[in-house]
């Protein structure tokens, strides 16, 4: 039987984001940082959404039309509405997912992600995106590097504050998979948030964990360097290849690129 440690008494990202997300897996400390963010930076509900929307728009996408068949999602999150897996195995029954995160009740959760399709795979990582030379040799059990694999960094790389480590991150990871291979990465940006989103900000690192910075987007085009990003570019992840007209335009950066 698998057992975790949980932290109840400081609020934890994974946590508070299920609870902008509408999930149950969380606790009252969770719901009341979530909230008092809420109340100085109500956006962020629709930051949370827009950003699972443009996973599953990404990821439909790279199964679907770009034929991708390997995900190596890190910082998964708690299992949402359509987590990585299954909008993969909805257009690929064969993809191969393998989720990576580091918050205890994710890993408490990752029996829920591994339910995939029987000609796919899912597997889990208990692991920290700082160190990734762990992460590539725990999923190359699951995932064949010499074939093009979808990196996916979804509102991590904002818990790694410092930008030359967050690029030397992305960069040994983009160097670990092939041509044809894609990096898709979310992340909050103060080129779109006010002064609402910094006071959130800053309310976030005085009273849970982990601390988190946004970036400018000359910042995250460092961190889409080794790739070509496909239309429409760095564009609030609201409005990547939304589906409805002029959805609301988020403080989050989202992109998809493919490395050449
Ligand atoms: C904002 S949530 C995003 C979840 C999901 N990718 C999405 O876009 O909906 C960030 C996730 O990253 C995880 N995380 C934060 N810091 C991490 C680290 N250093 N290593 C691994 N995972 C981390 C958190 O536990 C959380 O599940």
Wanted: one cysteine or more; glycine letters at 8%.
């Amino acid at each position: 039987m698998l057992r975790v440690s949980v932290d109840a008494s400081v609020a934890h990202n994974a946590r508070v984001w299920d609870y902008w997300l509408g999930g149950q897996d969380n606790y009252l400390v969770d719901r009341q940082v979530g909230d008092h963010i809420r109340g100085v930076y109500p956006e962020i509900v629709q930051v949370a959404r827009a950003d699972r929307r443009f996973l599953g728009r990404a990821v439909r996408h790279l199964a679907g039309k770009a034929g991708i068949r390997q995900f190596l999602d890190i910082g998964t999150g708690l299992p949402a509405v359509e987590n990585t897996h299954q909008v993969a195995q909805s257009q690929a029954p064969d993809a191969r997912v393998v989720y990576v995160d580091n918050d205890p009740l994710v890993l408490a959760h990752a029996r829920a992600l591994l339910v995939g399709t029987q000609e796919g795979v899912t597997d889990y990582i208990d692991a920290d995106v700082h160190d990734p030379e762990p992460i590539l040799r725990a999923a190359s059990k699951t995932l064949n590097f010499e074939q093009p694999v979808a990196i996916m960094l979804l509102g991590i790389l904002n818990f790694v504050l410092d930008t030359e480590e967050a690029v030397a991150v992305v960069t040994r990871l983009v160097d670990a998979v092939p041509s044809g291979s894609y990096l898709v990465l979310t992340h909050p940006t103060t080129e779109l948030g006010g002064a609402a989103n910094e006071e959130a900000m800053r309310f976030w690192n005085e009273n849970a964990v982990p601390p988190i910075t946004a970036r400018s987007g000359a910042e995250i085009r460092r961190l889409l360097s080794g790739v070509e990003l496909l239309e429409p570019g760095l564009v609030s992840c609201s409005e990547w290849r939304a589906e409805e007209e002029g959805p609301p335009r988020v403080a989050q950066f989202g992109a998809v690129g493919r490395k050449p």
